[in-house]
């Protein structure tokens, strides 16, 4: 059963508070670099950088990382796991590089993102921006920038709707089975 707790509307907000958020926090955009963990994280992060450059009249570099061969469940995955791709078309070394993801729950995804970065420069600084945190950390891992936090259950599943995959902006929970 489907329980919608963002509309359209709330993630625009989310959105604009968040990228104003990221520009009070870091005094401006300079040396700012935004990088989408794919999938849903890629069109939030433009999003953010369009709304950045709206304010600031400043166009944010926004990348795109694919973290499939840094999960540490791998193995659990597929045998045949699905390849979105990283592209990154600016060096990292002393940038100030926001990772944006639309779900913060155990950490890992996030654990996985940074050793993946780390592999392609070194950053100034990483900074995290998530859409929803539910919860149920296993790493000491947390968003310097958050849309909502929703707390859930582990029988629940958070689920960030995207225009680009999902043909809306929204966010519902859905009760696993």
Same mark, same amino acid.
């Given at each position: 059963?489907?329980?919608?707790?963002?509309?359209?509307?709330?993630?625009?907000?989310?959105?604009?508070? $968040? &990228?104003?958020? *990221?520009?009070?926090?870091?005094?401006?955009?300079?040396?700012?670099? @935004?990088? !989408?963990?794919?999938?849903?994280?890629?069109? $939030? %992060?433009?999003?953010?950088?369009? @709304? #950045?450059?709206?304010?600031?009249? #400043?166009?944010?570099?926004?990348?795109? @990382?694919?973290? =499939?061969?840094?999960?540490?469940?791998?193995?659990?995955?597929?045998?045949? +796991?699905?390849?979105?791709?990283?592209? *990154?078309?600016? %060096?990292? /070394?002393?940038?100030?590089? #926001?990772?944006?993801?639309?779900?913060?729950? =155990?950490?890992?995804? #996030?654990?996985?993102?940074?050793?993946?970065?780390?592999?392609?420069?070194? +950053?100034?600084?990483?900074? *995290?921006?998530?859409?929803?945190?539910?919860?149920?950390?296993?790493?000491?891992?947390? %968003?310097?920038?958050?849309?909502?936090?929703?707390?859930?259950?582990? !029988?629940?599943?958070?689920?960030?709707?995207?225009?680009?995959?999902? !043909?809306?902006? &929204?966010?519902?929970? /859905?009760?696993?089975?």
């Amino acid at each position: 059963m489907k329980k919608y707790v963002m509309d359209s509307g709330d993630i625009n907000r989310a959105c604009i508070r $968040l &990228a104003h958020e *990221l520009i009070e926090r870091n005094k401006g955009v300079e040396d700012v670099v @935004l990088v !989408g963990i794919q999938r849903r994280g890629v069109p $939030l %992060a433009k999003k953010i950088a369009e @709304l #950045v450059e709206q304010y600031e009249g #400043v166009k944010v570099p926004v990348g795109k @990382l694919d973290i =499939t061969f840094y999960r540490d469940d791998l193995s659990l995955l597929s045998e045949h +796991p699905v390849i979105n791709g990283t592209d *990154l078309p600016f %060096a990292l /070394d002393n940038k100030k590089v #926001v990772l944006v993801d639309d779900v913060l729950f =155990t950490g890992r995804t #996030v654990r996985a993102a940074i050793e993946a970065l780390m592999d392609s420069g070194r +950053p100034k600084c990483i900074q *995290l921006i998530v859409m929803v945190d539910r919860g149920h950390r296993e790493l000491p891992i947390r %968003a310097d920038f958050l849309g909502k936090n929703i707390p859930t259950s582990l !029988g629940e599943i958070v689920h960030v709707c995207v225009p680009e995959y999902d !043909g809306e902006d &929204a966010v519902y929970i /859905d009760t696993m089975k």
